[in-house]
């Protein structure tokens, strides 16, 4: 069994997750982009840590487990709020899981994800970080280390993972069933997240859309009622992209709406549920923003070659750029694009 067959594009964190496992520490952190396959990363790791005390089935059957998740002893702790946020009730609730024994076997991994939102929290988990149970594992997952984190990543033996090779995500994105075509088109806007690449080859309006965005630039003239059309224009292709995540959301709170009805589940997790839809939903509609500002400094690099004021056409990408910055900071789409759009010149016809 390969079970690092969905970690794709990583071969020196695979390589050094590999030859970890033959004698682990108590906590390791991976950090990487969105996209970079942290979580597959993870899930493999544990399923080395899960099966080594087996041997034969047994072993196969607990990295089996592992891999589907579905493991008793390795838990996944994601955010837990809307927002994305790790907050003191998730932080107890790791520090009482680590503090118990296996269900089965001499060890159990907890999978922390998305620690760079942890916010105020840290020391919450530092000591159990630190000084874990013998049988306990973290493998901590980030997408970078904020000030908060530091403490617990000296603690920790760091991993990096970087985007995942343009031409690794195609040829995946291949072996999956997708066109060849199709699949750089999608692997190209994607930069890097296969998860993302994933999604868009299952979205049949994503070549009308980067068409539309491709054609904005060439609009442009300077007055801020165009600015604030062209705004909305955006928007509304991000609302338009959202419509397959939210297709899949939908079904999903059908299944668990069924599995209410059928068991009487108390504590069912809906709440837990519609958090983590919102949190993609921001997610994905950042990254559709992303890949607009990408869209429009790629057309205003082109217009570099014939442009009759470069320097204007420098600036205008320099301001493209501030603006995927400021996607950090949660902004307000549509002002941010009217601000934007209000200082870029047209690209020569």
Do not use: C
Not at 179 to 198: H, I, M, S, T, W
Not at 253 to 269: F, K
Not at 323 to 345: G, M, V
């Amino acid at each position: 069994m390969d079970v690092w067959a969905d970690v794709v594009g990583q071969p020196q964190a695979v390589a050094h997750l590999s030859a970890a496992a033959e004698a682990p520490v108590h906590s390791y952190l991976l950090v990487g982009p969105s996209g970079s396959g942290k979580r597959a990363a993870a899930r493999a790791f544990a399923a080395l840590l899960l099966s080594a005390d087996f041997t034969g089935e047994d072993a196969h059957r607990h990295a089996r487990l592992a891999l589907a998740e579905k493991h008793p002893d390795l838990h996944i702790f994601e955010a837990t709020t809307a927002q994305g946020r790790i907050d003191v009730p998730t932080a107890k609730a790791i520090v009482a899981r680590a503090a118990r024994s296996p269900a089965e076997g001499n060890r159990k991994v907890l999978v922390l994800e998305d620690f760079h939102l942890i916010d105020r929290f840290g020391a919450i988990l530092l000591k159990y970080v630190e000084e874990p149970p013998a049988s306990t594992f973290f493998v901590i997952l980030a997408e970078d280390v904020p000030p908060e984190l530091v403490t617990i990543a000296s603690r920790s033996v760091r991993i990096d993972l970087g985007p995942v090779p343009l031409t690794a995500v195609v040829e995946r994105l291949v072996a999956e069933g997708i066109a060849p075509d199709q699949a750089r088109e999608v692997a190209a806007a994607a930069a890097g997240d296969l998860d993302r690449a994933r999604l868009l080859a299952t979205d049949a309006r994503f070549a009308v859309r980067a068409a539309a965005l491709a054609g904005m630039p060439a609009r442009l003239n300077g007055t801020g009622a165009r600015a604030a059309e062209m705004a909305l224009e955006v928007k509304g292709l991000i609302d338009d992209a959202q419509k397959v995540i939210d297709q899949r959301h939908e079904q999903e709170a059908v299944e668990l709406q069924e599995r209410i009805e059928r068991y009487g589940q108390r504590g069912s997790g809906k709440k837990e549920l519609e958090d983590r839809h919102k949190r993609e939903v921001r997610r994905h509609r950042t990254a559709e923003l992303r890949f607009a500002l990408a869209t429009f400094a790629g057309v205003y690099r082109d217009a570099l070659a014939v442009a009759r004021h470069a320097d204007q056409v420098v600036a205008a990408i320099h301001r493209i750029e501030q603006a995927a910055l400021a996607l950090d900071r949660f902004p307000n789409e549509t002002l941010l694009l009217q601000a934007l759009f209000a200082q870029l010149p047209a690209v020569d016809r």
